[in-house]
């Protein structure tokens, strides 16, 4: 599996780039491709991942979705169901220790809903980034530079470090 492709569809110029959640969200993604004007790339996995949507959702270019609303961290997350639909359910265990945690799907990574983001930062305080990709380059460095410039605090990000990805 490429880990490099959204950071290095993030760095072309007027490209958009989604990275749907689940089956709805990759359907509804691919409907956005078509009728946009301009390059859009669609970050798709193959693995079978737990529904996050409904499955008429209409997604928009340029959101992120809140999925569970919080107060204590916010987790952002651009992957194929496995880290967006995955941090509902630890989502769940920390509230059963009363952690409060808010989950958002970015699933447009470019242009990222800087204000969604920013908003759920400065109701929480920090961020955790996760994402099926380098910890290089993709989502976690659009939020950070988002934060930088609009509300900095405190990060951390799960993805894959500095190494290539295998496939098969």
């Known amino acids: 599996q490429m880990l490099e492709d959204v950071s290095l569809m993030r760095g072309l110029p007027n490209m958009r780039v989604l990275v749907p959640a ?8 691919i409907k956005l491709a078509a009728k946009t004007p301009g390059p ?48 509902l359910a630890p989502a769940d265990m920390l509230a059963e220790e009363g952690v409060s945690i808010e989950v958002i799907d970015a699933f447009s990574v470019k242009p990222l809903d800087e204000d969604t983001i920013t908003a759920s930062v400065a109701k929480t305080g920090c961020c955790v980034v996760a994402e099926e990709h380098s910890v290089h380059g993709g989502l976690g460095s659009a939020v950070v530079e988002c934060l930088a410039r609009k509300n900095p605090a405190p990060c951390e990000f799960v993805g894959v470090q500095d190494r290539f990805g295998k496939s098969g």
């Open 40 to 87: 859009v790339y669609v970050r798709m996995g193959r693995a079978a991942v737990p529904c996050v949507y409904d499955d008429d959702v209409e997604l928009e270019i340029g959101c992120a979705y809140v999925l569970r609303e919080g107060s204590d961290a916010t987790v952002a997350s651009d992957a194929w169901g496995g880290e967006s639909g995955g941090a």
């Open 22 to 29: 689940d089956y709805a969200a990759a359907r509804a993604a």
